[in-house]
């Protein structure tokens, strides 16, 4: 089925701990998983995208590690702000050409005490 | 550049009226999608437009609707209003094949 979920739904960290935030997805057929971050009052942000075909990649301060074999997307977060705090949604595109549909996962609240 | 705009931010229906809901997306994004986000289901794909046609439609109701303009400006319509739309609108836009969609703040509706 199509669907994308979250194994916790709310993680606490100290401030300049690094965090996991998890994700299971159960479409093969995805060819991007994408993390997005949603502050409270303000639509979603996208933070970074991994291609299906690859299994880590990193940008500022974040890593997304993609393990096919389980269904299993991570995002890490290194040396965690209290500007981090956020819901994080994990989604996967589906589709070809230039129509792609984007499924969310429900969320992880993260929450980092000073 | 300016980003999404979605108007209005906030809105208070009774049961059984319509609303409806418009989105700007970023200039030169053809493409616009919808989305309900509530605590409990969280973000749930309403539909999307691409230059003036429904491409992608999720599972909701028909009394869930919208409609794109030539200037890829969008509008959602919901009608006979229930207590369980309550929730936050969003709408984002992106460009052809791009991975990253821009969000609007949203537009919180509240139905009585």
């Known amino acids: 089925g199509e669907s994308v979920g979250l194994h916790l739904p709310t993680l606490s960290v100290q401030e300049g701990d690094n965090s996991i935030i998890n994700c299971a997805y159960s479409n093969s057929a995805s060819d991007y998983f994408i993390w997005y971050k949603q502050e409270s009052g303000k639509g979603p942000q996208f933070i970074i995208d991994?291609?299906?075909?690859?299994d880590k990649r990193q940008g500022q301060r974040v890593t997304v590690l993609l393990n096919k074999t389980v269904k299993h997307l991570s995002l890490q977060i290194a040396a965690t702000q209290p500007g981090d705090s956020a819901v994080y949604f994990c989604a996967e595109r589906r589709g070809g050409g230039s129509n792609y549909k984007l499924t969310f996962g429900k969320g992880t609240l993260l929450t980092v005490n000073p | 550049k300016a980003g999404v705009t979605q108007t209005p931010r906030y809105l208070i229906k009774t049961r059984g009226q319509q609303v409806t809901l418009s989105c700007s997306p970023i200039s030169g994004h053809r493409s616009v999608s919808w989305y309900q986000q509530t605590p409990g289901q969280g973000l749930q794909f309403l539909f999307e437009?691409?230059?003036?046609?429904?491409?992608n439609k999720g599972n909701f109701p028909g009394r869930f609707s919208g409609r794109q303009f030539s200037n890829s400006r969008s509008e959602m319509n919901v009608s006979t209003l229930e207590l369980g739309d309550s929730a936050l609108y969003l709408c984002?836009?992106?460009?052809?094949?791009?991975?990253?969609?821009?969000f609007g703040q949203g537009t919180r509706l509240t139905v009585v």
């Open positions: 991994i291609r299906s075909n690859m």
């Open positions: 984002a836009s992106s460009s052809t094949g791009g991975t990253e969609a821009f």
């Open positions: 437009y691409f230059s003036e046609t429904q491409r």
